[in-house]
């Protein structure tokens, strides 16, 4: 059977959630259908791997090396899959095989046109993931909102696939936002009408509308939406603002939303959320409580640390306490006072010199006031620094990203890396295995011989520096295949002390916390 597809829009404003939507619908549907999501963006970036976090979030890294967008996190969380870096379309890719086409001739003796030629690649690529995974139903959302510029291109290829694959086989659905604006207690259509009218200017017709929105929708704005936008009332869905995004399935499962896909997509996959909503009460139900100094320096804007933070979620909802999160901005770090109170400290991935020699001094206090501590990426490096100036002696001991003149670099360049021109996909990237050492702490933690996580970085533990390291205490607890890179270090007879060259919290799930992750916050709750 072919698959069928559910295309994502948004309308009024950015960041309402399409991405959890997506996830969500996919969620429901999962029980019996194998569901591929698709992101299309209309950045010009090939991907997100070369901004800044500022400028859009945390970059989720795939197990095929993908840096895509934090979106596809939602999705592996709530579909429990591994996604591939061909499901992310940005508008930089789709011009780049328009370009390679072009070249190679595919386009002899004609004038190469937005339609049907940058259309037809973007259509062709959706239908091609389709077919490769043998995919039941592909869900496609469209990055940004119906009237950017950006993203006319993919909306005009969602227009023509119904002509395609037959309108039986497509459903269009649209987020939009109901406020209430204060003062007048009442829930306002017109955001969505008016959303709904540029989306319909563009030959999109939607099948279901999620009005987002503080509280349920009435049955007078369903009514009314329905009236104007031309859709069932059954299919006026709200879109609530809840305190975890775990709920959103629930809200959906409530208001009908899978009966109304069976229905209009002729498919059969009734969604089973008891083990889902035990966690979820969990999580809303904490036992105990416990802070955590998140020290990084990209505080300003959480979404940089997406992931972690849904690490710690799913964590919550496994050991029933609450996490409270201090977020500690590191570059002008000087008073330790900050950290008084705290019951864990993590240290985070990250760039660039700024806010590292506050993490180092953060680090030194953790491990000398034993408090449960986890670094990840650039923290495991920055753990490695400190304990080699303070440790085992090596004054001015440093990474030679932050200080090329270092007498001691501790921390060095992947040789592979020396070369490297291009800064954009050419990192370390995607998941690699590591060799858990015997006996340490990590090792018992997954209970495996051998962990795959997912990796993001250009520099490691210097291999000169291993001996000496490991003489004054410092346990590489995993390695990889080949005993170079050190991937996992930690220091025994603390609380906690443990980092990673990885990002484990990439390949957390609400079912199955990280073990890294698990591990922190239980020392941290002892």
Not at 216 to 221: F, N, R, S, V
Not at 260 to 269: D, G
Not at 481 to 491: A, H, Q, S, T
Request: glycine content about 10%; hydrophobic content about 35%; some cysteine.
């Amino acid at each position: 059977m072919p698959a069928k597809f559910i295309i994502v829009t948004g309308g009024v404003l950015s960041g309402l959630g399409k991405g959890i939507a997506a996830a969500s619908i996919g969620h429901l549907l999962s029980s019996k259908l194998k569901i591929v999501p698709i992101k299309c963006d209309g950045y010009l970036n090939v991907d997100p791997g070369t901004m800044n976090p500022y400028e859009h979030g945390e970059v989720f890294v795939l197990d095929d090396g993908g840096e895509v967008d934090m979106d596809f996190g939602h999705y592996e969380r709530f579909l429990g899959v591994n996604c591939k870096s061909k499901w992310n379309l940005t508008m930089g890719k789709v011009f780049d095989m328009v370009r390679q086409k072009e070249r190679k001739g595919d386009y002899l003796g004609k004038t190469v046109q937005y339609i049907p030629h940058v259309t037809d690649v973007i259509k062709n690529h959706i239908f091609d993931v389709a077919r490769e995974e043998s995919a039941d139903l592909v869900i496609v959302e469209i990055g940004g909102t119906v009237g950017d510029i950006e993203n006319e291109l993919f909306l005009e290829s969602m227009r023509q696939m119904k002509e395609d694959i037959g309108r039986g086989n497509i459903v269009y659905i649209h987020l939009t936002y109901v406020p209430i604006p204060y003062g007048v207690n009442e829930q306002k259509s017109k955001p969505t009408q008016q959303s709904v009218n540029l989306l319909k200017q563009r030959g999109i017709f939607p099948d279901i509308i999620i009005g987002r929105c503080q509280e349920y929708l009435t049955k007078e704005i369903k009514a009314k939406i329905s009236s104007f936008c031309d859709v069932d009332p059954e299919a006026v869905i709200t879109g609530l603002d809840v305190e975890d995004i775990y709920e959103i399935p629930v809200v959906f499962e409530e208001e009908g939303l899978p009966g109304i896909l069976h229905k209009k997509l002729n498919i059969y996959s009734p969604p089973d959320l008891r083990k889902w909503k035990q966690l979820i009460h969990n999580l809303q139900n904490p036992q105990r409580e416990i802070t955590v100094a998140m020290c990084g320096k990209y505080t300003r804007l959480e979404d940089s640390y997406a992931s972690i933070i849904e690490s710690f979620n799913h964590c919550s909802a496994h050991l029933s306490c609450k996490v409270n999160l201090k977020w500690v901005e590191t570059t002008d770090l000087c008073d330790m006072s900050l950290m008084d109170g705290v019951n864990g400290i993590v240290v985070p991935g990250g760039f660039g010199a700024r806010g590292t020699e506050g993490k180092i001094d953060v680090i030194r206090h953790a491990r000398e006031n034993n408090i449960p501590f986890l670094g990840l990426c650039l923290g495991l490096q920055l753990a490695v620094i400190e304990f080699a100036r303070n440790v085992c002696g090596l004054k001015g001991a440093n990474s030679t990203e932050f200080d090329p003149e270092t007498p001691y670099p501790v921390i060095d360049i992947l040789p592979e890396q020396k070369n490297v021109k291009e800064k954009g996909g050419t990192m370390r990237l995607g998941a690699y295995p590591a060799v858990l050492k015997e006996g340490s702490m990590v090792r018992s933690l997954y209970g495996e011989k051998e962990a795959s996580e997912r990796h993001r970085h250009r520099y490691e533990v210097n291999p000169e520096y291993h001996s000496i390291l490991a003489e004054k205490g410092l346990i590489f607890s995993g390695a990889s295949r080949d005993g170079r890179l050190v991937e996992f270090i930690e220091l025994p007879r603390m609380k906690y002390f443990a980092a990673t060259q990885a990002h484990p919290e990439l390949k957390s799930r609400m079912e199955h916390p990280s073990p890294l992750f698990y591990g922190f916050i239980k020392a941290c709750l002892e």
